[in-house]
């Protein structure tokens, strides 16, 4: 029996709002290779089975005892900053913490990650990140964002569609992501003025809208600028394959699953540098890739060309699914499956299993607000006192346990 313990500080029905339902029991559990999943949440309300998983309400300072309840046999924490945090100030005695990374910033990436086992990196600019902080380079391991093929592809859009009727513009924009200025949608709305009448900008994602309301307005393009909160993972390709160019130019991207998403749906990609390194997007090969990422005048030339130059739009689609197809699903899946053998093997050799002083260490974290302790003289002097708390409560559980 294997047991997957997923600590992640959202709750499973904000990830179903934004329209990830349908491929989440998946994601968490690829290849179907663990007998259970868990899912450790302090913002779930109840108890309940979902999406093939047990969702558990746990406190984030007791998440711990859940990871012993359940006799997990991997936590796996997703993300470097809270989740990270998480997991790695409740770790449990030779059960492994696997940390995965979707950042490359290094102020999203918790010092908690020295804590971790095993790192994931969603890209090789995120691998390098990593040992900024946590210095094990053998367990710092490439894991890439992965994209579903058969739902993911090129879909034949009605000219009388609905998005058509909704959006009546010659050129349509797309742009799909988070609100949030790593985004970069302020450039991309200005540079919906320079671009005119006949181009409109649809934005999906959810965030802040009230900066961008009040962008789009004081330049005057407010009645072509739309935006929608959440769309079901299903009906992303209609959206990829009706655009006529996505843009995504972000200041900041480890790897962006919406530009995988898009190559195999054969959109037209207009992007920055930063975000096509990640996915490894060629100038005009499968991608347009602008340089000045400050300049709307150099955004609006790359999507005025993603748009009207037809010579190139049919190389860049013809391309496009071709370059998805080595972030295809079964292929990463496969990679993340043989990642968890190797844990496992590396479990039963013994390799998490922590030393007395370790263990001190953690039950210290637990009563301390999850700060790592140096062990000089005068910090034992200091905290004494939590260390005898600590053991009092390791005492007390083993003579429970010894009575039961």
């Given at each position: 029996?294997k047991?997957?313990?997923?600590?992640?500080?959202?709750?499973?029905?904000?990830?179903?709002?934004?329209?990830?339902?349908?491929?989440?029991?998946?994601?968490?559990?690829?290849?179907?290779?663990?007998?259970e999943?868990?899912?450790?949440?302090?913002?779930?309300?109840?108890?309940?089975?979902?999406?093939?998983?047990?969702?558990?309400?746990?406190?984030?300072?007791?998440?711990?005892?859940?990871?012993?309840?359940?006799?997990?046999?991997?936590?796996?924490?997703?993300?470097?900053?809270?989740?990270?945090?998480?997991?790695?100030s409740?770790?449990?005695?030779?059960?492994?913490?696997?940390?995965?990374v979707?950042d490359?910033?290094?102020?999203?990436?918790?010092?908690?990650?020295?804590?971790?086992d095993?790192?994931?990196?969603?890209?090789e600019?995120?691998?390098?990140?990593?040992?900024?902080?946590?210095?094990?380079?053998?367990?710092?391991?490439?894991?890439?964002?992965?994209v579903?093929?058969?739902?993911?592809?090129?879909?034949?859009?009605d000219?009388?569609?609905?998005?058509?009727?909704?959006?009546?513009?010659?050129?349509?924009?797309?742009h799909?992501?988070?609100?949030?200025?790593?985004k970069n949608i302020?450039t991309?709305?200005?540079?919906?003025?320079?671009?005119?009448?006949?181009?409109?900008l649809?934005?999906?994602?959810?965030?802040?809208?009230?900066?961008?309301?009040?962008?789009?307005?004081?330049?005057?393009?407010g009645?072509?600028?739309?935006?929608?909160?959440?769309?079901?993972?299903?009906e992303?390709?209609?959206?990829?394959?009706?655009?006529?160019?996505?843009?995504?130019?972000?200041?900041?991207?480890?790897?962006s699953?919406?530009l995988?998403?898009?190559?195999?749906?054969?959109?037209?990609?207009?992007?920055?540098?930063?975000?096509?390194?990640?996915?490894?997007?060629?100038?005009?090969?499968?991608?347009?890739?602008?340089?000045?990422?400050e300049?709307?005048?150099?955004?609006?030339?790359a999507?005025?060309?993603?748009?009207?130059?037809?010579?190139?739009?049919?190389?860049?689609?013809?391309?496009?699914?071709?370059s998805?197809?080595?972030?295809?699903?079964?292929?990463?899946?496969?990679?993340?499956?043989?990642?968890?053998?190797?844990?496992?093997?590396?479990?039963?050799?013994?390799?998490?299993?922590?030393?007395?002083?370790?263990?001190?260490?953690?039950?210290i974290?637990?009563?301390?607000?999850?700060?790592?302790?140096?062990?000089?003289?005068?910090w034992?002097?200091?905290?004494?006192?939590?260390?005898?708390?600590?053991?009092h409560?390791?005492?007390?559980?083993?003579a429970?346990?010894?009575?039961?």
């Amino acid at each position: 029996m294997k047991r997957l313990g997923v600590v992640t500080p959202d709750s499973l029905t904000n990830y179903i709002s934004m329209g990830y339902g349908g491929w989440l029991e998946e994601y968490y559990n690829p290849q179907h290779f663990f007998d259970e999943v868990y899912y450790f949440s302090s913002g779930e309300d109840k108890e309940r089975r979902e999406l093939g998983m047990h969702i558990v309400p746990v406190p984030i300072h007791r998440i711990w005892k859940s990871i012993k309840q359940f006799k997990i046999d991997i936590v796996r924490a997703y993300g470097g900053e809270l989740a990270c945090e998480m997991a790695c100030s409740n770790k449990v005695n030779g059960v492994p913490v696997v940390v995965s990374v979707h950042d490359r910033r290094l102020e999203c990436l918790s010092d908690m990650i020295k804590r971790t086992d095993i790192a994931f990196g969603v890209s090789e600019e995120v691998v390098q990140l990593i040992l900024a902080k946590y210095k094990q380079k053998d367990r710092i391991w490439l894991l890439p964002n992965r994209v579903n093929l058969s739902v993911m592809k090129p879909q034949d859009v009605d000219s009388n569609s609905d998005l058509n009727r909704r959006y009546p513009f010659k050129f349509r924009i797309l742009h799909v992501g988070r609100k949030d200025p790593v985004k970069n949608i302020d450039t991309l709305i200005r540079a919906l003025k320079i671009l005119g009448p006949e181009y409109c900008l649809l934005a999906i994602g959810k965030g802040d809208l009230s900066q961008y309301t009040a962008l789009a307005k004081a330049e005057r393009v407010g009645t072509r600028f739309f935006s929608i909160e959440a769309v079901n993972n299903e009906e992303l390709p209609g959206y990829y394959s009706w655009a006529s160019c996505l843009c995504n130019p972000s200041r900041s991207e480890a790897m962006s699953i919406a530009l995988i998403e898009a190559l195999a749906c054969g959109a037209v990609i207009v992007t920055s540098p930063i975000a096509a390194r990640g996915v490894h997007i060629k100038h005009l090969e499968d991608g347009i890739v602008f340089d000045d990422l400050e300049n709307p005048q150099c955004l609006a030339s790359a999507i005025e060309r993603a748009c009207t130059d037809w010579k190139l739009v049919e190389r860049l689609k013809e391309n496009a699914r071709k370059s998805a197809m080595k972030f295809e699903k079964s292929k990463i899946d496969r990679l993340e499956v043989s990642y968890y053998q190797k844990i496992l093997f590396m479990k039963e050799e013994g390799l998490f299993r922590k030393t007395i002083l370790e263990e001190v260490s953690d039950t210290i974290m637990r009563y301390s607000g999850n700060k790592a302790p140096r062990f000089t003289p005068s910090w034992v002097k200091r905290n004494v006192r939590i260390l005898l708390q600590g053991f009092h409560h390791r005492v007390k559980r083993g003579a429970n346990a010894r009575t039961a």
